[in-house]
């Protein structure tokens, strides 16, 4: 049995920017795929409540994507997944979200807090000595930050390369390189960057996104990192003999890993299936349906009758139904699309919602039920129209935002929000009980 004074040591590093759309997920995905060809075991996480980049993540690295949050998940619960990591991984990464000190829980501050050291993604085109005025602000800005050096994107030669390396303090390494090359960029949408599972070309993608990344000099291994033992919580059985059923193709993807996770360790057996593609539910006693893209399927989901028929009669059974953000879309009477796409969907919710061109809330958010405190984040493009009062409202992390509405009917429960279960481990089996 693991003792409290254990450590585990694992080379690993957190792959921040200056700011958004200077190249994080690329860099880091062919990092993580390089490592990976070199037979290394590589483990990837994604700062903040992220869904799409760590499809994309987990692709490139052949291992689940965790999420790390301070807020929405804890510091101890953090450093659990680190250690675990730690103690299977050969190099553990770590992207950043926005910038590096962006956010009332940045990637900064979890870079301290875990004692990770920090690498600056840095879009170095156009740029020659500023490239080094950028690197050296970033890395000093806070003095109690490991910086262990820069990245620089989009890069024009060689001759570039050095250019940029030869700026830099000595104090201040260059890490690599990355050529400039439009066949690596991820394609996006209104959410962020396509579902790994629209990108054809993916593993090509990916393969040439390691070659630039090592074409002026070798990718190296980051400095190890001790990881602190922490000791995980025997989770309560309450999900033993629950059969749930998820939700889970190209409409409805989003979903934390970590929730799988600790669905299963309350003794639940999950069963996937497609609404998009699937005629039948499999034998379930609840049903879990997370977010998604529901409105790029409008017609698919709107004619697959038989499914809709089948959350009808489950619920119509008095069995469970939770939805979150795109599932909960699904439920409502119809769903219309920015370009005015109108489609009827499962109608177990009195009410409609229309897609619009602009993120409609974006925060973190606090939600208290019967139960205590569970966390979790919103973020949609979509206005709801409801005849139903809310059970519950939830108080957003900054005042500016807005909040948004829980519902229950019946055995359903819907709402915007994307719930992080391990935070409240005995709420989140509520849902499904």
């Known amino acids: 049995m693991m003792v409290s004074s254990q450590t585990r040591h694992c080379p690993a590093i957190l792959i921040s920017a200056p700011a958004s759309g200077q190249g994080k997920t690329t860099v880091t995905a062919a990092m993580a795929y390089y490592h990976r060809l070199q037979n290394l075991k590589v483990r990837v996480f994604k700062t903040g409540p992220d869904f799409i980049d760590p499809q994309i993540l987990a692709y490139a690295s052949a291992q689940p994507v965790y999420q790390l949050d301070l807020w929405m998940m804890g510091v101890k619960h953090c450093q659990e997944l680190l250690f675990r990591a730690a103690a299977e991984a050969d190099v553990i990464l770590i992207e950043g979200v926005m910038g590096l000190f962006d956010g009332e829980s940045s990637s900064a501050d979890l870079a301290q807090i875990m004692g990770i050291p920090i690498a600056a993604v840095i879009d170095a085109q156009g740029m ?34 050095k250019l940029l390396e030869e700026s830099l303090p000595k104090s201040m390494p260059l890490l690599a390189a ?21 990108i054809s070309d993916l593993d090509e993608r990916l393969n040439h996104a390691a070659e630039l990344l090592t074409s002026a000099a070798p990718c190296k291994l980051p400095e190890s990192v001790a990881f602190e033992y922490i000791e995980s919580k025997r989770l309560p059985q309450l999900l033993i003999g629950k059969k749930i059923a998820v939700a889970h193709d190209a409409a409805f993807s989003f979903i934390y890993q970590a929730n799988l996770d600790c669905l299963e360790a309350m003794g639940a057996e999950l069963q996937f299936f497609s609404p998009l593609l699937d005629q039948a539910l499999p034998t379930a006693d609840s049903i879990y349906l997370p977010g998604g893209y529901p409105e790029l399927y409008l017609q698919t989901l709107a004619e697959n009758k038989a499914m809709q028929d089948a959350l009808r009669l489950h619920h119509q059974a008095g069995k469970p139904i939770y939805a979150e953000c795109g599932g909960f879309l699904y439920l409502l009477e119809s769903l219309t699309d920015c370009d005015g ?30 139960k205590g405190e569970i966390r979790g984040h919103s973020f949609h493009h979509s206005l709801l129209e409801i005849a139903i009062q809310p059970f519950a ?3 957003p992390q900054r005042n500016r935002n807005c909040s948004e509405d829980f519902f229950q009917l019946g ?23």
């Open 178 to 198: 990355m050529m400039k090359d439009a066949a690596v960029a991820l394609p996006s949408r209104h959410l962020g960057l396509l579902q790994a599972s629209e």
């Open 393 to 395: 409202v939830s108080v």
């Open 341 to 370: 796409n109108k489609a009827s969907m499962v109608g177990l919710l009195p009410g409609s919602a229309r897609m619009q061109s602009k993120l409609v809330n974006l925060g973190m958010h606090s939600l208290q039920l019967d």
């Open 128 to 161: 020659a000595q500023t490239f080094s005025a950028i690197a050296f602000g970033l890395a000093n800005y806070r003095s109690q930050l490991a910086f262990a050096g820069v990245i620089a994107n989009k890069v024009g030669s060689i001759g570039h390369a």
């Open 411 to 433: 055995r359903l429960q819907a709402t915007y929000l994307h719930l992080y279960f391990p935070f409240n481990a005995q709420l989140a089996a509520g849902f499904f009980l």
